[in-house]
């Protein structure tokens, strides 16, 4: 009985061996993807507060046209208080579009602030960087982008009617 329980127990630690490391990457793999899904959220959550805050600041006088470098300023501003020293290596890009023009009064335009940001994920668990990262791949950071679009709040004077 006991030569039969020495025989299996070599088996018993090959076949560990062998499984143990692909056990392993699926967990990372889940993990990895948990880590993503939460970063996600936060440049998506960035985003829209980045768009909301242009779209508050994007004018000074009542039926302006809305200033791009003041947005750009606001936000940088409100991105070194949100993510402090890491406010670095995430990009912030900011464009006004004009969606169309009041049919009653031709010079009210209605404009959106389009907020893209880049955020950069560091991947956290070994072997996941191989798949999951954006190039160079080496680097092991995955970049998301998310984009908010917000309408451009204006006053409008009772002198702007023609």
């Known amino acids: 009985m006991n030569k039969i329980r020495r025989k299996r127990g070599g088996h018993v630690t090959a076949e560990l061996m062998l499984i143990l490391p692909v ?88 404009e959106d602030v389009v907020v893209t940001v880049t955020y950069p994920v560091h991947l956290m668990f070994p072997g996941t960087s191989y798949v999951l990262a954006s190039e160079p791949r080496r680097e092991g950071i995955r970049r998301i982008k998310a984009t908010a679009r917000m309408p451009v709040d204006k006053a409008y004077l009772s002198s702007d009617t023609k």
């Open 23 to 110: 056990f392993m990457l699926m967990i990372f793999f889940v993990l990895e993807y948990g880590n993503i899904a939460y970063h996600t959220i936060i440049a998506n959550h960035a985003s829209y507060e980045f768009a909301r805050i242009g779209s508050l600041v994007a004018v000074k006088k009542p039926s302006g046209r809305p200033d791009r470098t003041i947005i750009t300023q606001k936000i940088n501003q409100a991105k070194q208080k949100v993510f402090g020293s890491k406010s670095g290596g995430i990009g912030v890009n900011v464009k006004v579009e004009t969606t169309g023009t009041d049919p009653m009064y031709k010079k009210h335009r209605h």
